[in-house]
Every structure is written in C-alpha cells, then in structure tokens.
C-alpha cells in the first residue's frame, strides 16, 4: 500500500489557530491540486478531530475527475476513512451519507451502541487494536478490501501517528503565507514528538501555488 500525506500550513507551521477553528490558508489553485489528488486514491483518510472540527465531506469537487474514475472502472469517488478509537463519527455527519464508501477504523474500547449507530448509517467498521486504532493492522484491512493507495489528510495527531508507525511514503504540504502562531495551535505532526531518529524526507519538488508554496517530499527508508 502507497500512503501520501497532504496538508495546508502556515509559514510558522500550524494547521489551524488555537480554537481549532477550520482557517482558509490556501486558495482554488490548491484546492484544485487536493482534488486532482483525491482523484487519484482509492481512499482519504482524517481523524475524528478532523471530522468533529470541519464535518467534511471529502468527495470529489470536479465531475469530470469522478467521470474519469468511472471510465476505469472505478467507483466515482474514492472510500472515506476515520480514525476514530472511540466511535465518535456522528452517524448524520456528511462523512456517513450515501456519496461514497465510508469506513470507520475503531479499537477495542469503542461502545457497541456507538458502532451499531455506524453499520446503521452505513458505514463499515474495522476494528483493530485495544484502546486505541491499530494503524498498521488496520491499514492491512483496508488493504485487503482494496484500497491500495491511501490520502491522509489530517489532523496533527494522524499525521505524527502514520510517520511514527512508518507507513508514510510520501508528504506533500501547502505552506501559506500567514502566521498562526499560538503554543497550543495544532501543528503538522502533533502527538508525543520525536526526541531521537527524527524521520528523514528527500525534497523532490517545489512549486509557487496560491501565493505560497508547495513542498513535495519522499520519505527516506
């Protein structure tokens, strides 16, 4: 399986402001390159963080790009993943509605009401791991139903959780031309932090895009 991550910052790294409201950093130009992305994977994956913040729908923006996809035999719009150990995802969210295929990545300790409220909207559950998501086992379900080419898409927290478990391959990042700030703004890679064997990317390429820049990486073995 290919994982990709993609993500929009600040030039001082944060994904958003301290409330963690959802903030615009990019523009259409960027927003066109996620969908051209999108176009390209067999699922997009975010965190529950991510899912109770924006209520995103992560399907395609261009009908000629899931036209495409038809064309080859595939279904319109690539499968939409959350983690979420505690079956959070709130069955009404647009992430749950019949636009495409929904998976829902739980542990363990997630409630059997909460996970019987999710089959009932629809979505399918892979349960991996004890009290929290399993990425590695879960990513192998995934595998196996398919999907062989995943976009993560964020927050922080999946984001440092993918690179430290080393199911990244590659990372590409929008950086806008704003400052953030604030210590408890969530950052590209939140969780614990590396204090040794920090994780090493080979830049590939960089493009102006949306009055900033686009960095494109390879992440070393």
Do not use: W
């Not at 719009?77 to 079956?87: F, I, K, L, M, N």
């Not at 059997?112 to 629809?122: T, W």
């Not at 590659?170 to 590396?194: C, H, K, M, N, Q």
Request: aromatic share 4%.
């Amino acid at each position: 399986m290919d994982v990709v991550i993609n993500a929009a910052m600040s030039v001082d790294g944060k994904l958003s402001s301290r409330r963690r409201e959802q903030i615009k950093i990019s523009g259409p130009e960027d927003f066109d390159r996620v969908d051209r992305i999108r176009a390209d994977v067999d699922g997009v994956v975010v965190g529950i963080g991510t899912v109770l913040a924006d209520n995103p729908h992560l399907t395609l923006d261009d009908p000629e790009r899931r036209q495409r996809r038809r064309d080859t035999g595939r279904s319109s719009d690539p499968a939409r993943v959350v983690v979420d150990s505690r079956g959070r995802t709130p069955p009404e969210g647009r992430i749950c509605d019949d636009a495409a295929e929904t998976y829902v990545l739980v542990s363990d300790a997630a409630p059997e009401e909460r996970r019987h409220a999710l089959r009932e909207a629809g979505a399918e559950l892979i349960v991996a791991g004890a009290q929290r998501v399993d990425l590695p086992m879960a990513f192998d379900q995934l595998e196996k139903r398919g999907i062989d080419r995943l976009l993560i898409e964020g927050g922080g927290e999946l984001i440092f959780s993918v690179i430290e478990t080393d199911l990244v391959d590659e990372l590409t990042v929008f950086v806008g031309s704003l400052v953030i700030g604030g210590r408890d703004a969530p950052t590209l890679a939140d969780g614990e932090g590396f204090v040794t064997n920090f994780s090493s990317l080979s830049l590939e390429t960089v493009e102006q895009v949306d009055g900033g820049v686009v960095l494109s990486y390879i992440v070393d073995d």
